[in-house]
């Protein structure tokens, strides 16, 4: 059971938008900065998003992150059929049990 | 540009420990970053394990704490993952990855994202 919590699957059109949703509490994303990682299959996961809403070079502007309260949200847009993946939120942890984690993942199809 | 890439033994007995090294290229060792270690279980999520600084200050997932140790061998330009008493929960791939330390006027602080990642290996725990 991860401290942070994904809907384990999301799917869309090409061409379309997803939103993926990461939550979790006051002692994590209510404080800390969160990160997103697409992991494509057979592969090691990838930066994409890091302090919430900032960009690594060479990702593409398609993907964006947000955060309100305890709450972060992947927005994909444009989609396209490579982004066949599994994504994953992660923060630091500030409660009594200190650390990084991250969220169960979510798996999204490209219809 | 950075690289990590992890080497160990793809098999071990339970209650055996577990060793891995990650060889680091593209940048010094000593440098300020975190050296990580991220595992994946077949099918399931990340799990954070632990992570060095260069100065040899470590922090540790709290519910591996007991069993986990990671070294760093500044000669080699290498850091190490030992992990015993293993069982088959933990057969995994396990990854290195840095995550960049940041100066908060005191003190370096994680940036608590991680890039790169190693490719990863397999360890598996099985008799």
């Known amino acids: 059971q991860s401290v942070l919590t994904q809907p384990p699957s999301v799917s869309a059109a090409p061409g379309q938008k997803v939103t993926i949703s990461c939550s979790g509490s006051?002692?994590?994303?209510?404080?800390?900065?969160v990160s997103w990682y697409q992991q494509l299959p057979g592969t090691a996961p990838k930066l994409l998003i890091y302090?919430?809403?900032k960009r690594p070079s060479g990702i593409p502007d398609r993907f964006s992150g947000s955060k309100s309260g305890t709450s972060a949200t992947l927005v994909i847009s444009g989609l396209q059929t490579g982004d066949e993946a599994d994504y994953y939120c992660?923060?630091?942890?500030?409660?009594?049990?200190?650390?990084?984690?991250f969220g169960g993942g979510t798996k999204l199809t490209v219809l | 540009q950075v690289q990590l890439q992890e080497s160990g033994p793809g098999l071990l007995e339970p209650s055996g420990t577990l060793s891995l090294t990650c060889v680091v290229s593209?940048?010094?060792?000593?440098?300020?970053?975190?050296w990580n270690w991220v595992r994946q279980p077949p099918g399931k999520g990340l799990e954070w394990i632990g992570e060095?600084?260069?100065?040899?200050?470590?922090n540790y997932n709290p519910s591996l704490k007991s069993r986990v140790t990671i070294s760093v061998d500044k000669s080699k330009k290498q850091f190490s993952l030992e992990l015993s008493s293993v069982t088959a929960a933990d057969t995994a791939v396990y990854y290195c990855?840095?995550?960049?330390?940041?100066?908060?006027?005191?003190?370096?602080?994680?940036?608590?994202?991680?890039?790169?990642w190693g490719q990863g290996t397999l360890v598996t725990v099985s008799s």
């Open positions: 593209g940048v010094s060792i000593s440098s300020t970053n975190w």
């Open positions: 992660g923060a630091w942890d500030s409660s009594l049990s200190a650390g990084k984690v």
């Open positions: 990855a840095r995550d960049p330390a940041t100066w908060d006027g005191v003190a370096y602080q994680h940036s608590n994202w991680f890039d790169p």
């Open positions: 006051n002692s994590n994303i209510g404080i800390n900065y």
């Open positions: 302090d919430d809403n």
């Open positions: 060095i600084y260069h100065s040899g200050k470590t």
